[in-house]
């Protein structure tokens, strides 16, 4: 057994990112809300992005000055330049990015709408786009992390799920291509961290030294549930929705 002087106490197990500070898209519900959760409670503060609600409200009432909620939409450049300055002029610093927001609309390509196939693309790519163009000049100040959730249907899609699968197979090769432009710029350890870890994975502990993974999500059972049903008649083309609301 390691001497007591040398066992962390459960207070330094969950202040390891004390002094930091994280940006978090979709951050007032669903996975999104979980990061926040978990980044506070690790002693972090956090800049919450996602589109104006009721739960973005609560999230801010709920955890005070930990966070600071900026509504935006992360498909609109303008949006998320703001945002992101706001943020580092909020709390002085970047140091890790999570690139959470995106939209789960099933359908099949031949019978989708051009708003459709529109806002997947803005939203789970042109978001991640824009948010790293706004965030690098800071992370490579901190030598900070971004960490961008992705999907197990891109290494197996399924019906209704062709147009989700291929922005989420995009995000992975725009992270990939991150990396190697800083490995190109300067040795990897002095920029901002990114990269794609294999296998599956639910979480991520964010900590000192910790990767900057790649992480997938799994909506994808529910993708499963849809073709069933579909195949027994219970769903009839683009009118299976998972939920009106897109995802903030």
């Known amino acids: 057994m390691a001497p007591a002087h040398l066992i962390p106490s459960p207070q330094d197990e969950v ?4 002094g930091k500070v994280a940006i978090v898209t979709g951050a007032s519900r669903g996975l999104g809300r979980a990061f926040v959760d978990a980044l506070v409670e690790h002693g972090a503060v956090v800049a919450c992005l996602a589109r104006p609600s009721a739960e973005l409200d609560e999230l801010a009432r709920h955890h005070g000055d930990a966070v600071a909620p900026f509504p935006c939409d992360v498909s609109d450049a303008s949006q998320i330049d ?3 300055a706001g943020a580092v002029e909020r709390f002085g610093r970047l140091d890790v990015l999570v690139n959470n927001a995106a939209i789960f609309h099933p359908f099949l390509v031949e019978e989708a709408t051009a708003a459709q196939v529109e806002a997947h693309i803005g939203v789970n790519l ?3 786009i824009w948010l790293a163009r ?3 000049p800071h992370l490579r100040a901190t030598k900070g992390q ?11 899609p399924f019906p209704f799920l062709t147009v989700y699968a291929a922005t989420k197979a ?3 090769v725009l992270s990939a291509g991150l990396r190697d432009e800083f490995a190109r710029r300067r040795h990897p350890r002095d920029g901002p961290s990114l990269g794609i870890p294999q296998g599956r994975q639910r979480r991520s502990r964010l900590g000192p030294g910790s990767g900057p993974p790649i992480l997938r999500d799994h909506p994808d059972d529910r993708s ?9 008649g219970r769903i009839h083309g683009s009118d299976a929705r998972r939920d009106p609301r897109p995802a903030p």
């Open 15 to 18: 202040r390891t990112l004390r």
């Open 82 to 84: 703001r945002a992101v």
């Open 126 to 128: 042109f978001g991640p």
């Open 134 to 136: 706004a965030a690098i």
């Open 146 to 156: 971004v960490v961008s959730i992705s999907s197990e249907s891109v290494r197996m």
């Open 170 to 172: 995009a995000l992975e």
């Open 224 to 232: 499963r549930g849809l073709h069933r049903r579909r195949r027994r």
